[in-house]
């Protein structure tokens, strides 16, 4: 009777373990991408994050995308074939002391130049991706589908945008993203305080220094110059008070009487990360030159001139400060 009984008992657990749901991924179909069309900047590698609902799908889910090609619906090869890009095989975090040690860190692999994650489902464009190569606006770009998947189910998203914009090797900047040409209109400094005009003896303003992005040559390189009214070279040595040594992560300093140059790895800043050498977001290099002299009543003066800003594209770059208005005054009063 007992043996009768515990193999009823049996029977009943195994009866209702096989009534109880299966342990199986599950995929809603509500999940779905936040946005539908992306515009990169070309030139510089974008990271297109945040922007898919996992809803309440299990994870990991799997993105591929399926289908690349033109507006008018032909294949797009320039976008499914591999390209040489670079990407960082070692984190860099700004105490890096020599190009090489940042080029260390560095690997060439071979991607399409637009991607999505795997698993992260976050789009990427590299920098490798130039207007020679990829169709940027005002051209319609690209229309692609996505494929999205998990053990309990998949889901095409079709017909999502890719619309890259051109080129702009660096901020800030007054160029037409649709055209490449420059719209007119200065930068001007991001801090400026305590320097007076030599003739006028009034203060200048960020409007009173037009400050010009110069490219010069091909290789890793990035100087500093200041020209007066006459546009004739100011010594970079009158900016006395200038760290010249934290000015930029470059290496190699050498000052003339006419510019201050370093070596330099490409992009500056080289990620988003704060730095030493950035602003607190991490998005922009920031430089500051300062002097002081004695002023009126013989009292100390400092003055400060900075810039926040960002290079893209490799090369020997020249960042020139023109003052326009006035020449800085450096002697004492």
């Given at each position: 009777m007992a043996l009768f009984f515990a193999t009823i008992g049996a029977l009943a657990i195994f009866g209702c373990k096989k009534l109880l749901p299966s342990d199986t991924d599950a995929f809603n179909k509500d999940a779905g991408f936040k946005q539908t069309v992306y515009k990169p900047i070309l030139g510089r590698t974008t990271l297109m994050g945040d922007n898919f609902n996992i809803e309440s799908s299990s994870l990991p889910l799997t993105f591929k995308i399926v289908s690349m090609r033109n507006s008018d619906g032909i294949t797009s090869p320039e976008l499914l074939k591999p390209f040489p890009v670079l990407v960082w095989k070692k984190a860099y975090d700004g105490s890096e002391k020599s190009i090489q040690e940042i080029e260390a860190k560095r690997t060439t692999e071979q991607h399409t130049l637009f991607e999505v994650g795997e698993h992260s489902g976050e789009f990427i464009m590299w920098a490798?991706?130039?207007?020679?190569?990829?169709?940027?606006?005002?051209?319609?770009?690209?229309?692609?589908?996505?494929?999205?998947?998990?053990?309990?189910?998949?889901?095409?998203?079709?017909?999502?945008?890719?619309?890259?914009?051109?080129?702009?090797?660096?901020?800030?900047?007054?160029?037409?993203?649709?055209?490449?040409?420059?719209?007119?209109?200065?930068?001007?400094?991001?801090?400026?305080?305590?320097?007076?005009?030599?003739?006028?003896?009034?203060?200048?303003?960020?409007?009173?220094?037009?400050?010009?992005?110069?490219?010069?040559?091909?290789?890793?390189?990035?100087?500093?110059?200041?020209?007066?009214?006459?546009?004739?070279?100011?010594?970079?040595?009158?900016?006395?008070?200038?760290?010249?040594?934290?000015l930029v992560h470059g290496f190699n300093m050498q000052m003339s009487s006419t510019s201050v140059k370093y070596d330099a790895a490409y992009p500056i800043p080289l990620v988003t990360i704060p730095t030493p050498y950035t602003n607190p977001a991490g998005n922009r290099a920031r430089v500051a030159f300062a002097y002081d002299r004695i002023g009126f009543g013989g009292f100390r003066v400092e003055a400060n001139l900075g810039l926040d800003f960002a290079i893209f594209e490799k090369g020997d770059w020249e960042v020139i400060f023109w003052f326009n208005k006035d020449n800085p005054r450096f002697a004492n009063d």
């Open positions: 490798e991706a130039k207007s020679n190569i990829v169709k940027a606006l005002p051209d319609s770009g690209y229309v692609f589908d996505v494929e999205v998947s998990n053990n309990g189910g998949r889901k095409y998203f079709n017909n999502l945008v890719l619309q890259p914009q051109r080129e702009l090797p660096y901020e800030p900047n007054h160029i037409n993203p649709l055209t490449g040409a420059n719209t007119g209109g200065s930068i001007n400094p991001t801090v400026m305080t305590g320097i007076v005009g030599d003739k006028s003896g009034q203060p200048l303003s960020s409007s009173d220094i037009t400050i010009l992005f110069n490219k010069v040559g091909e290789g890793n390189s990035i100087s500093f110059k200041f020209l007066d009214t006459l546009l004739k070279p100011i010594d970079p040595a009158k900016f006395k008070l200038t760290n010249w040594s934290k």
